[in-house]
Structures are given as C-alpha cells and as structure tokens.
C-alpha cells in the first residue's frame, strides 16, 4: 500500500533553516509527481512546493527562492530544504503524491515545523 512518511520538523530559530524528508513506499516513485503543503492553526491548507514526474518544479511565491523541492527516485524520497525560515512557515507540512489526472490521491502524516522569532 502507498506510504508516505515525513520527517525532519523541529523548532528552530527565525533565519534558521531545516530540511523535511518524505520516504515513500508502495508505488512506482518516479512516475507521479510529489510535493510538500503545509497548514498554519486556523487557516486552510497550502501548496508549498511541487516537483513534477518531468522535473518541472513549482513554488508558492511565499517561500520562493528561500524553500527548495528535491527528489531522488532512487530512493523514493523527496526533500524540502527550507532557509531563512520565518515565523509566518511555522505549520504542519504535509508530503503528498499527485493525482493521475489532478489533485493529490495520498498523503502523509505531517510533522511539525515551528519557528520562533
């Protein structure tokens, strides 16, 4: 069955950088694309950053050029290197697949990302 498990959330400092990991597992990885979204207490869910099954990557202009999105097929796992963090990203982020057609058919179990000023 399709697993997606996140890892790397913490609490760390403003201007302070972390890396969340996403292994995932029960699928053919290289085949579909995969991202990272996120959701702050009392707002909606957000797409943060979208690495295509051709490479293509997408970011929302709230963390462009500070969050970067990687993947290695080889290991089925996909990266999201956040720098220059600021207490607005603190949030749940949550890795997920793409859809066949559209969307995002699983999800993972999130972790947690705090970042304090």
């Known amino acids: 069955q399709v697993q997606l498990v996140e890892s790397g959330g913490g609490v760390v400092q403003a201007g302070g950088s972390l890396r969340l990991t996403c292994a995932a597992s029960?699928?053919?990885?290289?085949?579909?694309?995969m991202a990272w979204h996120r959701q702050a207490p009392g707002k909606e869910r957000e797409l943060v950053a979208r690495f295509s099954s051709l490479g293509f990557t997408y970011y929302a202009g709230s963390v462009k050029g500070r969050f970067t999105i990687s993947r290695d097929n080889a290991k089925s796992t996909v990266y999201l290197q956040m720098t220059s963090l600021k207490p607005e990203d603190t949030a749940v982020y949550y890795c997920a697949r793409g859809g066949m057609s559209e969307g995002y058919d699983y999800w993972g179990q999130g972790t947690q990302v705090t970042v304090s000023s």
């Open positions: 029960g699928f053919t990885f290289g085949s579909y694309a």
